[in-house]
Protein backbone atom coordinates (compact mmCIF):
# COMPACT_ATOMS: atom_id res chain seq x y z
CA UNK A 1 0.00 0.00 0.00
CA UNK A 2 1.07 3.37 -0.98
CA UNK A 3 0.85 5.88 1.73
CA UNK A 4 1.30 8.49 -0.04
CA UNK A 5 -2.10 8.62 -2.10
CA UNK A 6 -3.88 8.98 1.56
CA UNK A 7 -1.51 10.66 3.12
CA UNK A 8 -4.34 13.75 3.85
CA UNK A 9 -6.63 11.29 5.65
CA UNK A 10 -3.16 9.34 7.61
CA UNK A 11 -1.84 12.57 8.77
CA UNK A 12 -5.88 13.52 10.63
CA UNK A 13 -5.97 13.37 14.65
CA UNK A 14 -7.11 9.66 15.80
CA UNK A 15 -7.10 8.15 12.14
CA UNK A 16 -3.18 7.30 11.26
CA UNK A 17 -2.00 4.26 9.52
CA UNK A 18 -3.70 1.84 11.92
CA UNK A 19 -7.24 2.86 10.08
CA UNK A 20 -5.47 3.44 6.64
CA UNK A 21 -4.37 -0.88 7.24
CA UNK A 22 -8.14 -1.32 8.57
CA UNK A 23 -9.63 0.18 5.30
CA UNK A 24 -7.01 -1.81 2.99
CA UNK A 25 -8.07 -5.14 4.72
CA UNK A 26 -11.66 -4.58 4.91
CA UNK A 27 -14.92 -6.16 2.29
CA UNK A 28 -17.48 -4.10 1.02
CA UNK A 29 -20.25 -5.01 -0.80
CA UNK A 30 -21.87 -2.03 -2.93
CA UNK A 31 -26.07 -3.67 -4.31
CA UNK A 32 -26.81 -1.04 -7.21
CA UNK A 33 -24.23 0.97 -9.20
CA UNK A 34 -27.22 4.09 -9.58
CA UNK A 35 -27.63 7.29 -7.82
CA UNK A 36 -26.71 6.02 -4.89
CA UNK A 37 -24.29 3.66 -5.73
CA UNK A 38 -21.50 6.24 -7.35
CA UNK A 39 -20.64 8.28 -5.50
CA UNK A 40 -20.42 5.46 -2.54
CA UNK A 41 -18.32 3.54 -4.28
CA UNK A 42 -15.79 6.81 -5.60
CA UNK A 43 -15.48 7.60 -1.95
CA UNK A 44 -14.72 4.38 -0.77
CA UNK A 45 -12.18 3.61 -3.42
CA UNK A 46 -10.76 6.86 -3.00
CA UNK A 47 -10.31 6.29 0.49
CA UNK A 48 -8.38 2.85 -0.28
CA UNK A 49 -10.91 0.05 0.93
CA UNK A 50 -9.00 -2.67 -0.44
CA UNK A 51 -11.82 -4.91 -1.42
CA UNK A 52 -15.31 -4.01 -3.22
CA UNK A 53 -17.89 -5.64 -4.88
CA UNK A 54 -20.41 -4.22 -7.04
CA UNK A 55 -23.74 -6.04 -7.65
CA UNK A 56 -25.69 -4.48 -10.84
CA UNK A 57 -27.64 -6.06 -13.84
CA UNK A 58 -28.88 -3.27 -15.51
CA UNK A 59 -27.14 -1.17 -17.75
CA UNK A 60 -26.86 3.05 -18.54
CA UNK A 61 -29.31 5.10 -19.82
CA UNK A 62 -29.30 8.76 -21.23
CA UNK A 63 -31.53 9.69 -18.08
CA UNK A 64 -29.43 8.17 -15.94
CA UNK A 65 -26.27 10.52 -16.15
CA UNK A 66 -28.17 13.31 -14.41
CA UNK A 67 -27.39 11.50 -10.90
CA UNK A 68 -24.76 8.47 -11.14
CA UNK A 69 -21.78 10.70 -12.00
CA UNK A 70 -19.84 7.80 -12.99
CA UNK A 71 -20.87 7.37 -15.96
CA UNK A 72 -20.79 9.89 -19.51
CA UNK A 73 -22.58 9.92 -22.53
CA UNK A 74 -20.33 7.31 -24.51
CA UNK A 75 -21.50 4.87 -21.71
CA UNK A 76 -25.46 4.81 -22.70
CA UNK A 77 -26.05 1.43 -23.30
CA UNK A 78 -22.86 -0.35 -21.21
CA UNK A 79 -23.42 -2.36 -18.52
CA UNK A 80 -22.96 -0.41 -15.24
CA UNK A 81 -20.77 -2.83 -13.08
CA UNK A 82 -18.07 -2.75 -16.22
CA UNK A 83 -18.17 0.95 -17.15
CA UNK A 84 -17.77 1.72 -13.21
CA UNK A 85 -15.00 -1.09 -12.26
CA UNK A 86 -13.12 0.30 -15.38
CA UNK A 87 -13.70 3.93 -13.99
CA UNK A 88 -12.57 3.20 -10.53
CA UNK A 89 -9.36 0.87 -11.24
CA UNK A 90 -8.65 4.29 -13.00
CA UNK A 91 -8.90 6.41 -9.70
CA UNK A 92 -7.35 3.47 -7.74
CA UNK A 93 -5.13 0.69 -9.08
CA UNK A 94 -4.16 -0.49 -5.81
CA UNK A 95 -7.42 -2.10 -4.76
CA UNK A 96 -9.52 -5.13 -6.08
CA UNK A 97 -12.95 -4.24 -7.55
CA UNK A 98 -15.20 -7.55 -8.08
CA UNK A 99 -18.22 -6.70 -10.69
CA UNK A 100 -21.40 -9.07 -10.14
CA UNK A 101 -23.64 -8.68 -13.19
CA UNK A 102 -26.48 -9.75 -11.94
CA UNK A 103 -29.82 -9.02 -10.62
CA UNK A 104 -29.88 -9.92 -6.44
CA UNK A 105 -32.44 -12.63 -5.61
CA UNK A 106 -33.05 -15.17 -2.67
CA UNK A 107 -31.16 -17.63 -4.42
CA UNK A 108 -27.98 -15.94 -5.11
CA UNK A 109 -28.14 -13.32 -2.15
CA UNK A 110 -27.29 -14.97 0.55
CA UNK A 111 -23.54 -16.37 -1.22
CA UNK A 112 -22.39 -12.85 -2.28
CA UNK A 113 -23.03 -11.56 1.11
CA UNK A 114 -20.99 -14.11 2.52
CA UNK A 115 -17.77 -13.17 0.96
CA UNK A 116 -17.87 -9.10 2.73
CA UNK A 117 -17.86 -7.72 5.88
CA UNK A 118 -19.93 -4.70 5.26
CA UNK A 119 -23.03 -4.66 3.08
CA UNK A 120 -24.45 -1.07 1.45
CA UNK A 121 -28.08 -1.08 0.17
CA UNK A 122 -27.84 1.60 -2.99
CA UNK A 123 -31.15 0.65 -4.26
CA UNK A 124 -34.40 2.21 -5.16
CA UNK A 125 -37.36 -0.32 -4.69
CA UNK A 126 -38.72 -2.04 -1.81
CA UNK A 127 -38.63 -5.63 -2.74
CA UNK A 128 -34.49 -5.34 -2.90
CA UNK A 129 -34.04 -3.43 0.28
CA UNK A 130 -36.39 -6.11 2.45
CA UNK A 131 -34.81 -8.71 0.42
CA UNK A 132 -31.17 -7.55 2.10
CA UNK A 133 -31.85 -6.44 5.00
CA UNK A 134 -33.33 -10.54 5.74
CA UNK A 135 -29.98 -11.79 4.16
CA UNK A 136 -27.91 -9.34 6.67
CA UNK A 137 -30.13 -10.37 9.59
CA UNK A 138 -29.72 -13.65 8.98
CA UNK A 139 -25.50 -13.46 8.14
CA UNK A 140 -25.56 -10.82 11.03
CA UNK A 141 -23.91 -8.40 8.16
CA UNK A 142 -23.58 -4.64 9.31
CA UNK A 143 -26.11 -3.08 7.06
CA UNK A 144 -26.03 0.34 5.51
CA UNK A 145 -29.18 1.61 4.08
CA UNK A 146 -29.58 4.54 2.08
CA UNK A 147 -32.54 5.55 -0.22
CA UNK A 148 -33.75 9.13 -1.72
CA UNK A 149 -36.47 10.41 -3.05
CA UNK A 150 -36.90 14.37 -4.87
CA UNK A 151 -35.25 16.40 -2.46
CA UNK A 152 -34.84 13.84 0.50
CA UNK A 153 -32.79 10.89 1.44
CA UNK A 154 -32.38 8.63 4.63
CA UNK A 155 -29.92 7.13 6.13
CA UNK A 156 -29.05 4.47 9.18
CA UNK A 157 -27.14 1.71 10.30
CA UNK A 158 -28.42 -2.05 10.86
CA UNK A 159 -27.76 -5.21 12.55
CA UNK A 160 -24.89 -3.71 14.71
CA UNK A 161 -25.23 -3.69 18.53
CA UNK A 162 -25.41 -0.47 20.24
CA UNK A 163 -24.04 0.60 23.62
CA UNK A 164 -27.01 -1.37 25.01
CA UNK A 165 -26.70 -4.20 23.03
CA UNK A 166 -29.28 -3.55 21.13
CA UNK A 167 -29.37 -4.24 17.44
CA UNK A 168 -32.51 -3.26 14.83
CA UNK A 169 -33.12 -3.84 11.16
CA UNK A 170 -35.17 -2.61 8.58
CA UNK A 171 -38.14 -4.06 9.43
CA UNK A 172 -38.17 -2.46 12.45
CA UNK A 173 -39.18 0.79 10.74
CA UNK A 174 -41.28 -1.01 8.04
CA UNK A 175 -42.13 -3.98 8.98
CA UNK A 176 -44.06 -5.41 6.06
CA UNK A 177 -43.67 -4.36 2.34
CA UNK A 178 -45.52 -1.84 0.99
CA UNK A 179 -47.76 -3.16 -2.16
CA UNK A 180 -46.58 -2.17 -5.75
CA UNK A 181 -47.45 1.21 -6.88
CA UNK A 182 -48.02 2.40 -3.49
CA UNK A 183 -45.24 4.50 -3.16
CA UNK A 184 -43.95 5.90 -5.78
CA UNK A 185 -39.85 5.46 -6.62
CA UNK A 186 -37.97 8.02 -8.08
CA UNK A 187 -38.74 7.16 -11.98
CA UNK A 188 -41.97 8.09 -10.54
CA UNK A 189 -41.63 10.64 -8.38
CA UNK A 190 -38.41 12.33 -9.60
CA UNK A 191 -34.99 13.36 -7.79
CA UNK A 192 -32.72 16.07 -7.90
CA UNK A 193 -29.47 14.57 -8.85
CA UNK A 194 -27.24 16.45 -5.94
CA UNK A 195 -29.34 14.25 -3.16
CA UNK A 196 -28.77 10.72 -3.89
CA UNK A 197 -24.61 12.08 -4.29
CA UNK A 198 -25.32 13.90 -0.82
CA UNK A 199 -26.47 10.37 1.00
CA UNK A 200 -24.27 8.27 -1.04
CA UNK A 201 -21.31 10.19 0.33
CA UNK A 202 -22.64 10.04 4.17
CA UNK A 203 -23.04 6.49 3.31
CA UNK A 204 -19.76 6.04 2.50
CA UNK A 205 -18.76 7.79 5.55
CA UNK A 206 -20.28 5.40 7.78
CA UNK A 207 -18.61 2.50 5.98
CA UNK A 208 -15.49 4.06 6.41
CA UNK A 209 -16.22 5.24 10.45
CA UNK A 210 -17.00 1.80 10.75
CA UNK A 211 -14.23 0.34 9.45
CA UNK A 212 -11.62 2.02 11.13
CA UNK A 213 -13.37 2.80 14.58
CA UNK A 214 -13.83 6.61 14.04
CA UNK A 215 -16.66 8.88 15.10
CA UNK A 216 -20.29 7.70 15.85
CA UNK A 217 -21.88 5.34 13.02
CA UNK A 218 -25.52 6.00 12.80
CA UNK A 219 -26.39 2.57 14.70
CA UNK A 220 -29.97 2.14 15.05
CA UNK A 221 -30.49 5.61 13.79
CA UNK A 222 -32.15 6.94 11.07
CA UNK A 223 -31.06 10.54 9.56
CA UNK A 224 -33.65 12.12 7.42
CA UNK A 225 -32.12 14.65 5.21
CA UNK A 226 -34.28 17.36 3.34
CA UNK A 227 -32.07 19.42 0.85
CA UNK A 228 -34.25 22.41 0.15
CA UNK A 229 -33.79 23.60 3.72
CA UNK A 230 -30.40 21.75 4.51
CA UNK A 231 -32.22 20.73 7.44
CA UNK A 232 -31.38 17.30 9.15
CA UNK A 233 -33.41 15.44 12.17
CA UNK A 234 -32.21 12.09 13.55
CA UNK A 235 -34.54 9.18 14.81
CA UNK A 236 -33.99 6.81 17.27
CA UNK A 237 -35.08 2.88 16.04
CA UNK A 238 -35.86 0.50 18.37
CA UNK A 239 -36.56 -3.05 17.95
CA UNK A 240 -40.22 -4.18 16.88
CA UNK A 241 -42.02 -6.97 17.81
CA UNK A 242 -45.11 -7.31 15.24
CA UNK A 243 -42.92 -9.32 12.28
CA UNK A 244 -40.56 -12.86 11.92
CA UNK A 245 -37.31 -12.93 10.50
CA UNK A 246 -35.30 -15.95 9.03
CA UNK A 247 -33.03 -17.50 11.26
CA UNK A 248 -32.26 -20.96 9.15
CA UNK A 249 -31.63 -20.46 5.13
CA UNK A 250 -34.56 -22.79 4.62
CA UNK A 251 -36.81 -20.08 6.62
CA UNK A 252 -35.25 -17.18 4.24
CA UNK A 253 -35.81 -18.64 0.99
CA UNK A 254 -39.58 -19.11 2.40
CA UNK A 255 -39.90 -15.85 3.63
CA UNK A 256 -38.84 -14.79 0.46
CA UNK A 257 -40.80 -17.13 -1.80
CA UNK A 258 -42.76 -13.75 -3.27
CA UNK A 259 -39.46 -11.70 -4.35
CA UNK A 260 -39.28 -12.15 -7.84
CA UNK A 261 -35.93 -10.23 -8.25
CA UNK A 262 -34.59 -11.59 -11.11
CA UNK A 263 -34.63 -8.42 -13.64
CA UNK A 264 -36.86 -5.65 -14.19
CA UNK A 265 -40.24 -6.76 -14.27
CA UNK A 266 -41.14 -4.66 -16.97
CA UNK A 267 -40.53 -3.13 -21.04
CA UNK A 268 -38.41 0.14 -20.27
CA UNK A 269 -39.57 3.23 -22.40
CA UNK A 270 -36.66 5.19 -23.58
CA UNK A 271 -36.44 8.65 -26.00
CA UNK A 272 -34.93 8.60 -30.10
CA UNK A 273 -31.36 9.15 -28.24
CA UNK A 274 -31.47 6.05 -26.25
CA UNK A 275 -32.63 4.22 -29.31
CA UNK A 276 -29.71 5.01 -31.71
CA UNK A 277 -27.60 4.22 -28.27
CA UNK A 278 -29.24 0.56 -28.21
CA UNK A 279 -29.03 0.68 -32.06
CA UNK A 280 -25.11 0.54 -31.95
CA UNK A 281 -25.64 -2.51 -29.34
CA UNK A 282 -24.60 -5.83 -31.37
CA UNK A 283 -27.53 -7.73 -30.74
CA UNK A 284 -30.50 -5.54 -30.99
CA UNK A 285 -33.85 -5.70 -33.05
CA UNK A 286 -35.68 -2.69 -33.99
CA UNK A 287 -39.28 -3.62 -34.81
CA UNK A 288 -42.09 -1.20 -36.48
CA UNK A 289 -45.37 -2.26 -35.34
CA UNK A 290 -47.26 0.24 -37.58
CA UNK A 291 -49.71 -0.91 -40.28
CA UNK A 292 -48.10 -1.37 -43.61
CA UNK A 293 -49.91 1.93 -44.82
CA UNK A 294 -48.50 4.29 -42.50
CA UNK A 295 -45.94 6.75 -42.94
CA UNK A 296 -43.05 7.84 -42.95
CA UNK A 297 -41.95 4.55 -44.11
CA UNK A 298 -38.73 3.85 -42.21
CA UNK A 299 -35.74 1.75 -43.55
CA UNK A 300 -36.19 -1.78 -43.89
CA UNK A 301 -32.55 -2.80 -43.37
CA UNK A 302 -32.61 -0.73 -40.10
CA UNK A 303 -36.34 -1.64 -39.09
CA UNK A 304 -38.27 -4.97 -39.25
CA UNK A 305 -42.04 -4.61 -40.22
CA UNK A 306 -44.57 -6.27 -37.64
CA UNK A 307 -47.88 -4.65 -37.65
CA UNK A 308 -49.81 -5.20 -34.61
CA UNK A 309 -52.56 -7.09 -36.87
CA UNK A 310 -49.97 -9.35 -37.17
CA UNK A 311 -47.74 -9.58 -34.21
CA UNK A 312 -49.66 -12.55 -32.49
CA UNK A 313 -48.73 -14.64 -35.67
CA UNK A 314 -45.14 -13.14 -35.07
CA UNK A 315 -44.92 -14.49 -31.09
CA UNK A 316 -44.59 -17.75 -32.39
CA UNK A 317 -41.26 -16.74 -33.70
CA UNK A 318 -37.98 -16.79 -32.03
CA UNK A 319 -36.30 -13.63 -31.71
CA UNK A 320 -32.44 -14.34 -30.99
CA UNK A 321 -31.29 -10.81 -30.03
CA UNK A 322 -30.66 -9.73 -26.50
CA UNK A 323 -32.24 -6.01 -27.24
CA UNK A 324 -35.77 -5.61 -28.48
CA UNK A 325 -37.01 -2.20 -29.28
CA UNK A 326 -40.52 -1.71 -30.67
CA UNK A 327 -42.16 1.65 -32.11
CA UNK A 328 -45.20 2.78 -33.39
CA UNK A 329 -46.90 6.11 -34.23
CA UNK A 330 -47.77 7.10 -30.83
CA UNK A 331 -45.89 5.14 -28.76
CA UNK A 332 -49.52 3.26 -27.59
CA UNK A 333 -49.10 -0.15 -29.80
CA UNK A 334 -45.20 -0.15 -29.14
CA UNK A 335 -46.19 -0.65 -25.45
CA UNK A 336 -48.73 -3.30 -26.26
CA UNK A 337 -46.13 -4.66 -28.20
CA UNK A 338 -43.54 -4.57 -25.33
CA UNK A 339 -45.79 -6.04 -22.98
CA UNK A 340 -46.91 -9.12 -25.31
CA UNK A 341 -43.01 -9.88 -25.62
CA UNK A 342 -42.34 -9.32 -21.88
CA UNK A 343 -44.88 -12.21 -21.20
CA UNK A 344 -43.25 -14.60 -23.70
CA UNK A 345 -40.02 -13.60 -22.99
CA UNK A 346 -39.89 -12.90 -19.11
CA UNK A 347 -36.63 -11.35 -18.00
CA UNK A 348 -34.36 -13.37 -20.70
CA UNK A 349 -34.70 -9.66 -22.76
CA UNK A 350 -34.22 -6.90 -22.61
CA UNK A 351 -37.11 -5.03 -24.07
CA UNK A 352 -38.09 -1.49 -24.84
CA UNK A 353 -40.46 0.90 -26.12
CA UNK A 354 -40.16 4.23 -27.56
CA UNK A 355 -42.01 6.99 -25.85
CA UNK A 356 -43.95 9.24 -27.60
CA UNK A 357 -43.38 7.31 -31.02
CA UNK A 358 -42.54 8.72 -34.09
CA UNK A 359 -44.73 11.75 -34.33
CA UNK A 360 -42.51 12.60 -31.13
CA UNK A 361 -39.12 12.13 -32.13
CA UNK A 362 -40.15 12.76 -35.77
CA UNK A 363 -36.98 14.74 -37.17
CA UNK A 364 -34.95 11.46 -36.30
CA UNK A 365 -36.61 9.37 -38.63
CA UNK A 366 -37.36 11.65 -41.68
CA UNK A 367 -35.35 11.58 -45.00
CA UNK A 368 -35.77 12.91 -48.43
CA UNK A 369 -36.95 9.71 -49.34
CA UNK A 370 -39.84 8.57 -46.85
CA UNK A 371 -40.58 12.34 -45.91
CA UNK A 372 -44.55 11.84 -47.88
Same mark, same amino acid.
Request: contains cysteine; glycine residues 6%; hydrophobic residues 40%.
Given at each position: ??????????????????????????????????????????????????????????????????????????????????????????????????????????????????????????????????????????????????????????????????????????????????????????? @? %??? $????? /? #????? *? =?????????????????????????????????????????????????????????????????????????????????????????????????????????????????????? @? %??? $????? /? #????? *? =???????????????????????????????????
Amino acid at each position: MKTERYDRQIILHGFGEEAQFRLSAARVLVIGAGGLGCPILQYLVAAGTGHIGIVDDDTIALSNLQRQILFSTADVGKLKTIVAVQRLQEMNPEIEIKPFNLRIQKNNILDLLKAYDIIIDGTDNFDSRYLINDACTLLKKPLIFAAVSGYEGQLAIFNVKDHQGKATNYRDIFPVSPQAGEIPNCA @E %NGV $LGVVP /G #IIGAM *A =AAEAIKMITGIGKPLINILLHYNLLNQEQYQMHITPATDYTLPTTEDDFLKMNNHHDLESPSTYIEVDAIQMHALQQLPSTLLIDVRERHEVPVLDPVTYIKVPMSEFDTFLNTDIQE @E %NIL $LLCQH /G #IRSVA *A =AEALQEKYGHSKKIYSLKGGIVKWRDHFLTPSNER
